[in-house]
C-alpha cells in the first residue's frame, strides 16, 4: 500500500483554502485540481510499504504523537514547486517557515530512516498542493500578485495516510491518526 504521514486540515479550512483558490482555476491551463476533501499538509510520503511494516510505523506515529506538543500554523502565501517561473505544483503555504512544523518533520524524517527509508532528497517546507500541472509553467506573476487571506488552524494531529491512485484521483484513507499531546518539554 502507498502511505504517508500528514497533517490533515479541518473541513472549514479545506473549505476556506478551496474557496480563496477557486479564481486560480480558470487561470492556470492543464492543471489537476486536488479535490477539497484530499487537501492535507504531507509530511513524509513512504511509497509503497509492505503491511510487514505498519505495526512499526504504527509505533513510529504514536511516539512521535506523543512527543510533540499541539501547534498553530499560518497558510497564506500562493507558491509553486521547483520555482514560480517553472511550476509543477501550485500550493498554499506560509509566508514564513514554522519552526515547529520543521521540528515535526524532522522527526518524522529521521524515526523513518530507522526503518529503512531512504533520506528524503529535500528539506520539507510545509505547504498544501493545490495543483499539479504536466508541462511546467511560467506562473510567477500569478503567484506574486495573488492576495489570500489569512488562514489559521492547529496542527493537533498526526496521520499515517494511505494513497489509492484511481483514475478519477487519489483516494484517500486514514490508516492511524494519533492526537498531538506533547506536555512540558515536548518538541
Do not use: K
Not at 114 to 138: C, N, Y
Amino acid at each position: 500500500m502507498r502511505l504517508f504521514y500528514c497533517v490533515e486540515l479541518p473541513a472549514d479550512v479545506r473549505a476556506t483554502v478551496a474557496r480563496a483558490t477557486r479564481p486560480l482555476q480558470t487561470r492556470i491551463r492543464g492543471a489537476t485540481w486536488v479535490s477539497e476533501d484530499n487537501l492535507h499538509i504531507t509530511l513524509r510520503f513512504l511509497g509503497e510499504v509492505g503491511e510487514d511494516l505498519l505495526p512499526a510505523l504504527r509505533d513510529l506515529g504514536e511516539g512521535i504523537a506523543r512527543e510533540t506538543t499541539p501547534f498553530d500554523l499560518s497558510l497564506e502565501r500562493l507558491g509553486a514547486f521547483p520555482h514560480p517561473s517553472r511550476a509543477r505544483v501550485v500550493w498554499v503555504g506560509p509566508t514564513a517557515e514554522s519552526a515547529l512544523f520543521a521540528i515535526l518533520a524532522q522527526r518524522v524524517e529521521d524515526d523513518v530512516q530507522t526503518l529503512g527509508f531512504p533520506p528524503e532528497r529535500r528539506p520539507a517546507h510545509p505547504h498544501v498542493t493545490l495543483a499539479r500541472l504536466r508541462i511546467p509553467q511560467d506562473l510567477a506573476a500569478l503567484v506574486e500578485g495573488t492576495a489570500l487571506p489569512l488562514l489559521r488552524t492547529t496542527v493537533d494531529s498526526l496521520t499515517l495516510m494511505s494513497s489509492e491512485l484511481r483514475p478519477q484521483g487519489p483516494l484517500y484513507t486514514p490508516v492511524a491518526r494519533w492526537p498531538l499531546r506533547g506536555g512540558s518539554g515536548a518538541l
